[in-house]
Structure formats: C-alpha cells, structure tokens
C-alpha cells in the first residue's frame, strides 16, 4: 500500500509523517462493544500496510474504540490517527465551537478517548467564519508545540479561509496547515451531503496541484454511488437523489463502467483510484464494515490511471470515447 507524508513537528523538530493511501474511517460500526468483528477488518487493515485511522470527537464511539484496539494489539508507534475538533455539539448542531478553548478541550478529551499522549494529524472538523483566523492559528500552534498534535489541517473549510490561516501563521512564525481534509470524489455534489461541508472544487484542486498540500477525501466512494446499487429511476434513497443524481454524475458512471470493463475491475474501484492518482498527494477515506469490502478497497491502490483517463473520467476529455464504447455496458 503506497503512503503520502505530510510534514509536521516533533519535540518542536521537523519529521516526516508516512501516512497510507488508504485511511480507515471510523463509521458507526467501530464501537467498543462491536470489536471482535470491527477489529477484524483493522487488524487485516494493519496486516496489508494500512497504518492511518481517520476518527473525531464528534464520531461517538471511534476514538474510545481505536484506543482500546491499539491499546490490545501495541501497535501505538505504528499507527497514525488522524483525529478532528470543534464540530457543533449534538445538542445545538447549528451553533459554532470554533475557538482556542474548544481546541484544547477536544485534543484533551481526545486524547483520554484513544489512550494515546498525542496524535499525528488534528484537524479542525468545521470552520467558523466569524472567528478570525489568528486565534485559531495561535491556539493550533500551541498545540504543536507542546507534542500533543504533531500535524495541523482544515477540514471542511473554504479555501479562501485556508490560504488566510496559512499567510497568518507564515507571517507570525505559526505552524501552517500541512494538509487538507475536504470531499473528493468521481461523483460530484449538488449540495453538500451534510451541512456546512466542503467538497473540493476545481479551484481547490488547481491550488493543490500547485502547493503539493497532501489531501485526505473523506466520501471519496460517493457513498457507494458507483457501487450499482443505485439507478437514475431509483430514489427510495432520498438524500442519495439529492447529492448525487444528475446527468453529469450519471454519465461519470457510465465511463467508470467502460473503463472498469477494460481494466478488469469494478466501476467502485475505478471512482476510488480517481482519488489516489491526483497530480498531487491524496488519501481516501474508506469506511469497510467487512474484510471483503476493505479486499475491494485495497485493489483499487493498485489500478493505475493516466492524466488522459482521469480527465476522461470526470468529463473534461472525449477523445477517447469511441475506443471505450467498443465495450458493451448492459
């Protein structure tokens, strides 16, 4: 399994942080007392070179659960965990927490969570506008500085407001984001799937092909859009039509299928290895409920496309057409 780096700082020295291609997400079935199937799928996970786990104060059980499976297997100094803060609070989902005490209070209950002194990677789960940027930044740095975070992002923010951040902290001698953590996938969104998320738009991908800023996709399979199971007439799943259907996306999935046939795979390996082979640095997010899920996922790091294939695939190129339609999709 191939890995990106993202740089950070350790004991206030620069280091190199080999994160995998491939993250395991931490969905609702990633619970303490759902371990003995769960802790199947991540220790297969570890076994194949996986070795990053995307989790949040926000998720419910993920963090105490990753603790206690690093915790039985000690593997700690072979994981990296990527854990994110100041999401809105259940209670009042649409109230902000975007501040320095929010900070600290979620890296600290995060950490008692995973039973671990630091995490390698803390992003910052939302973004509250009104809150300028330099507190944010200087409560951030401090968190670097004193070990518990080795590497700082954004997730689900503008990036207008990244590139803000990171002129701040460059300007006052403050740790930058070093990577990126908003939707990227084949399929693209009406509207974000939930509220005040941040999908990757072409501007934010150009400015990644220039910065070379790692980015972590969560969503990167679409919610399973390209998996079959979902069809132009079908919208019993209503969230689904709503985010995803539309002539655009239908005709990505065709190609997907075209260009799965040629390579002898599937269409929903296809949508993930267009996340894994950007111009720039990128790992996706996955979220397998079972080793033959996660075997699917870990294929697609093999598949490899070309510039041409993947412009094809997301609709800016047709030359290509005509040869792939030799292929009957039924």
């Known amino acids: 399994m191939k890995n990106i780096i993202v740089h950070g700082r350790k004991n206030k020295q620069p ?28 220790d297969t996970y570890f076994e194949l070179g996986g070795n990053t786990f995307d989790t949040a104060r926000h998720y419910r059980h993920s963090e105490k659960a990753i603790g206690e499976w690093m915790e039985s297997r000690k593997n700690r100094d072979d994981v990296v965990i990527q854990t994110k803060g100041c999401h809105p609070v259940r209670e009042m989902p649409n109230v902000p927490r975007v501040s320095p005490d929010a900070i600290a209070d979620d890296i600290s209950l995060s950490l008692e969570m995973l039973r671990t002194d630091h995490v390698e990677l803390f992003a910052l789960h939302r973004d509250d506008p009104t809150v300028p940027v330099g ?3 200087e409560a951030l ?11 700082i992002g954004a997730s689900n923010w503008e ?11 460059i300007q006052h001698n403050l740790t930058t984001f070093d990577f990126n953590s908003p939707n990227l996938s084949l399929a693209k969104v ?17 400015w990644h092909e220039l910065s070379s800023l790692p980015l972590f996709s969560w969503s990167s399979q679409a919610g399973g859009f390209f998996s079959g199971r979902f069809q132009p007439d079908n919208v019993v799943d209503e969230e ?21 046939k040629e390579k002898h795979v599937t269409p929903i390996q296809i949508s993930l290895s267009y ?8 790992a996706a997010v996955i979220g ?18 070309t510039e041409d294939e993947v412009e094809w695939l997301d609709l800016k190129r047709g030359e290509r057409v005509q040869r792939w339609r030799r292929f009957k999709i039924s």
């Open 135 to 137: 507190a944010i930044m």
């Open 275 to 282: 996340v894994l082979n950007q111009k720039f640095p990128t």
């Open 190 to 206: 009406n509207r974000p799937r939930w509220e005040n998320c941040v999908s990757a738009d072409a501007r934010m991908i150009a």
């Open 141 to 151: 740095h401090r968190e670097v500085e004193s070990g518990r975070v080795y590497a």
């Open 288 to 305: 397998p409920e079972n080793v033959e899920e996660l075997m699917s996922s870990v294929a697609a790091t093999r598949i490899v496309l």
């Open 240 to 260: 689904m039509a709503e985010v995803y259907y539309s002539d655009a996306n239908w005709e990505r999935y065709h190609r997907a299928q075209i260009l799965a």
């Open 159 to 169: 990036l207008d407001r990244i590139m803000e951040a990171n002129d701040y902290a």
């Open 15 to 42: 280091i190199e942080i080999a994160c995998s291609q491939l993250v395991m997400g931490s969905g609702d079935f990633l619970r303490v007392d759902n371990m003995e199937d769960a802790g199947a799928v991540l």
